[in-house]
């Protein structure tokens, strides 16, 4: 079983950065990729960024060039940088973690089998 705890969610204007943390406790296998999903109101869940077991990384399009994922040497904490934020990054964020990337797709959320229970950011014009 896996625990995942995400912080360092909040309000910021257009422009700003927000670091999100994720901490896993409980059996971290080695071969989970680890990642970050959000969810706007009436929208589905989406994948963000995900950094892979041999430590390669993965962006949405959206994200990319202003997000960055990176990894503790351990492995139980991931981090969320987020600079030029956008009103349309507003979500709920989650951490996620799992080792179905190679058969469903390092987006799919069906590759994930352990969820953070989400951080607000929220992001104003």
């Known amino acids: 079983q896996v625990h995942l705890v995400e912080s360092g969610g909040g309000s910021v204007q257009a422009g700003g950065s927000l670091r999100l943390s994720c901490s896993a406790s409980?059996?971290?296998?080695?071969?989970?990729?680890m990642g970050w999903f959000r969810q706007a109101p009436g929208k589905e869940r989406e994948g963000v960024a995900v950094?892979?077991?041999?430590?390669?990384?993965e962006y949405a399009a959206s994200v990319k060039g202003r997000f960055t994922i990176s990894q503790d040497g351990a492995k139980v904490n991931v981090y969320l940088q987020m600079n030029s934020l956008k009103p349309e990054d507003t979500a709920i964020y989650y951490c996620?973690?799992?080792?179905?990337?190679?058969?469903?797709?390092?987006?799919?959320?069906?590759?994930?089998?352990?969820w953070g229970q989400g951080t607000q950011v929220t992001v104003s014009s």
């Open positions: 409980g059996y971290i296998y080695s071969g989970y990729s």
């Open positions: 996620a973690a799992g080792y179905g990337a190679s058969t469903y797709g390092v987006f799919s959320t069906r590759a994930y089998a352990y």
């Open positions: 950094i892979l077991t041999d430590g390669g990384t």
